[in-house]
């Protein structure tokens, strides 16, 4: 029997994992290893994913767990991977590293288009691999375009049912067939969880707070920090608005203490009763603890599982902002925050709130990611240009403009790139001939100004 290597950066993707096992949903093995990895910009000063409280629940469905940063010390396992012609060494090096002799190998990793996942399969590179996915990614388009040598491989893809009859787009490229990892093994997964906090004392107890999950945008170029903040402070208000005395405040592991700062002086102005949690708690766990009347965000997946698989009342916020400010279009958080922002209610939307109102369905969402999908990465999904055409030339309404961009429809040579008067013109070669000699005469002109 193999040796089955399991990578993961996070404890939402450890659980996944736990439970895909307990579902059998992984084959026979000789030896289960559990290998963490670090991706925190910096690594040191971030809590490892075995050494959160919780952990200890999941480790018994693994032999070992072994460190995927001290593997590569000192390089980032968000930025390194082998160089194609020390693929061997590396190989040796690891099986050795690890005690795993001449042992047949299968990977199951998250991300399989960005490192560390991708240099784990380039070292391996017979190995079987099986992707599972802990976010709202996978419903999204592959980032990358993959190497065939590591694309052919991969067999399928678990993931969660977040949004039930959304069916994910990841690596169809590669013909590999989602399949669900059970809900009510998951659940059971994140009850054990629960159960075993080590920080179960510092929770507060609070009757139906207000839950605020933080995000650490700025770390991905997309806010300022300083926009980040109001971020925060506008979810704060908003619940007070919808009438909430009480609210708990979860920030990202790796956001800067000043921001609990911000928002406890704009508490104490509008007569809220803030707690701001320091331990690195999952938000389900919190969902089974606290019982949070409310769950507010901007984009987290942790939004949808609320909702999904614990029936908690949810609102976003920023969404809008978010789709303005992503950059470029081929961004993968687009995917996220256009399912967010299609499926959950405006915070500042009390009808829309109370009645947990969708601005859309699961099939008209459906192809609404096919068209935006199509304009990420059309390259790699030429075959849904039919998709995206025929839902550009029929759903672009003041509602829907927002998940495209002109420029982009316009390269792509899309509906709604220019007006319908003037849909002629990029195919008129005479009209691009003048264009292209009214340029030519502008930069000439330039020139002579600068000379």
């Avoid at 054990?192 to 170029?221: C, F, I, K, R």
Wanted: charged residues 25%; glycine residues 6%; hydrophobic residues 45%.
């Amino acid at each position: 029997m193999p040796t089955q290597i399991f990578l993961a950066s996070t404890l939402y993707g450890a659980a996944t994992l736990a439970a895909a096992l307990d579902a059998d949903r992984f084959g026979p093995a000789d030896r289960r290893v559990l290998l963490v990895s670090n991706n925190a910009a910096t690594p040191e000063t971030t809590t490892a994913l075995d050494a959160m409280p919780g952990f200890e629940r999941l480790r018994g469905r693994f032999d070992e767990v072994r460190s995927w940063n001290e593997a590569i010390f000192p390089f980032h396992p968000g930025g390194w991977s082998p160089r194609g012609d020390d693929v061997t060494l590396w190989e040796r090096y690891v099986r050795m590293l690890w005690d795993l002799g001449d042992d047949d190998v299968e990977l199951a990793v998250e991300s399989i288009q960005v490192n560390p996942a991708l240099a784990l399969a380039q070292i391996f590179t017979g190995a079987p691999v099986d992707v599972y996915a802990d976010g709202l990614m996978s419903y999204g388009p592959t980032r990358n375009k993959i190497d065939p040598l590591v694309g052919t491989r991969v067999r399928r893809l678990l993931h969660l049912d977040l949004v039930p009859g959304l069916t994910p787009l990841l690596l169809t490229e590669f013909g590999v067939e989602p399949e669900i990892v059970p809900t009510e093994a998951f659940l059971k997964v994140l009850a054990e969880l629960g159960e075993d906090d080590a920080d179960a004392a510092e929770l507060p107890a609070l009757e139906a707070p207000a839950l605020v999950l933080g995000q650490y945008l700025s770390a991905l170029s997309i806010l300022t920090p300083e926009e980040e903040e109001e971020l925060h402070v506008r979810m704060v208000r908003g619940a007070a608005e919808l009438g909430h005395t009480q609210v708990v405040f979860k920030p990202h592991p790796t956001a800067p203490a000043r921001w609990s700062r911000t928002l406890e002086k704009e508490a104490r102005a509008i007569g809220v009763e803030l707690t701001v949690l320091d331990s690195p708690v999952l938000a389900e766990v919190l969902y089974q603890r606290m019982r949070p009347a409310l769950v507010i965000g901007c984009f987290s997946t942790a939004l949808l599982t609320a909702s999904a698989l614990y029936g908690v009342p949810v609102a976003r916020t920023g969404t809008d902002l978010l789709l303005e400010r992503l950059a470029p279009y081929q961004n993968s958080n687009r995917v996220p925050v256009t399912i967010v922002d299609a499926l959950l209610p405006e915070l500042s939307d009390r009808a829309a709130v109370g009645e947990a109102r969708a601005d859309m369905g699961t099939g008209e969402l459906a192809n609404l990611l096919k068209a935006v999908g199509f304009a990420m990465q059309p390259q790699i999904y030429p075959g849904l240009r039919a998709d995206a055409e025929h839902y550009l030339a029929r759903n672009l309404t003041t509602r829907t403009w927002r998940y495209f961009k002109r420029r982009r429809l316009t390269a792509l040579a899309l509906p709604g790139a220019v007006p319908s008067q003037l849909a002629f013109i990029p195919r008129n070669a005479a009209v691009r001939r003048v264009a292209r000699r009214a340029r030519s005469v502008q930069r000439s002109l330039k020139r002579t100004a600068l000379g």
